[in-house]
T-cell receptor, first 114, second 112 residues
Framework: DTEVTQTPKHLVMGMTNKKSLKCEQH?????MYWYKQKAKKPPELMFV???????INESVPSRFSPECPNSSLLNLHLHALQPEDSALYLC?????????????FGEGSWLTVV | GEDVEQSLFLSVREGDSSVINCTYT??????LYWYKQEPGAGLQLLTY?????DMKQDQRLTVLLNKKDKHLSLRIADTQTGDSAIYFC????????????FGKGTMLLVSP
């Protein structure tokens, strides 16, 4: 099983709303990632969690707040977003941060900010 | 910093072979990956190759790596309309906390 599950698949939110994106994997992976992807562009790294601790924050605005409640779950809390934040948000996981381990992606959550 | 370059578009006829090319700059890259993204979907890992290998074959997919020229290619034999998608090349260096560096993606269009 190489499945990374993301919910919701689609989300429309207003600029004053608070919402969350969720990601789950049951592969025993200890590294989890959030990526943002705009149309026809490659994914851009946002956050990396390693063993449930935030290890990389790629200078992401504070209106995006990640959370890793346990080794299987990764959330992305959204608050006061802007229309330009509309994108596909991809979660990924990997066994750990060792050099040989493959990164598996979820299907993504399509976010539209109105 | 690392840089990964790909041609942006490739059009082939069904049944032909497709070759998608990628170049990278980071000589410390240890793993190189090909991901497929269909419209409206996430990234699907197709295959990967370790930097000490020259070639890897997996059914219709053949990956060739020229480490000297830092050139990676993905060949899809007997291309089908279902292969139409964006293909991303990605590289990862060997050190612990590094992540993937993606190319801009190659859109493959397969016509009947």
């Amino acid at each position: 099983d190489t499945e990374v599950t993301q919910t919701p698949k689609h989300l429309v939110m207003g600029m004053t709303n608070k919402k969350s994106l969720k990601c789950e994997q049951h592969m025993g992976h200890r590294a989890m990632y959030w990526y943002k992807q705009k149309a026809k562009k490659p994914p851009e790294l946002m956050f990396v969690y390693s063993y449930e601790k935030l290890s990389i924050n790629e200078s992401v605005p504070s209106r995006f707040s990640p959370e890793c409640p346990n080794s299987s779950l990764l959330n992305l809390h959204l608050h006061a977003l802007q229309p330009e934040d509309s994108a596909l948000y991809l979660c990924a996981s990997r066994q750990d941060q060792g050099p040989g381990n493959t990164i598996y992606f979820g299907e993504g959550s399509w976010l539209t900010v109105v | 910093g690392e840089d990964v370059e790909q041609s942006l578009f490739l059009s082939v006829r069904e049944g032909d072979s497709s070759v998608i090319n990628c170049t990278y700059t980071d000589s410390s890259s240890t793993y190189l990956y090909w991901y497929k993204q269909e419209p409206g979907a996430g990234l699907q890992l197709l295959t990967y190759i370790f930097s000490n290998m020259d070639m890897k074959q997996d059914q219709r997919l053949t990956v060739l790596l020229n480490k000297k020229d830092k050139h990676l290619s993905l060949r899809i034999a007997d291309t089908q309309t279902g292969d139409s998608a964006i293909y991303f090349c990605a590289e990862k260096e060997g050190s612990g906390y590094s992540t993937l560096t993606f190319g801009k993606g190659t859109m493959l269009l397969v016509s009947p």
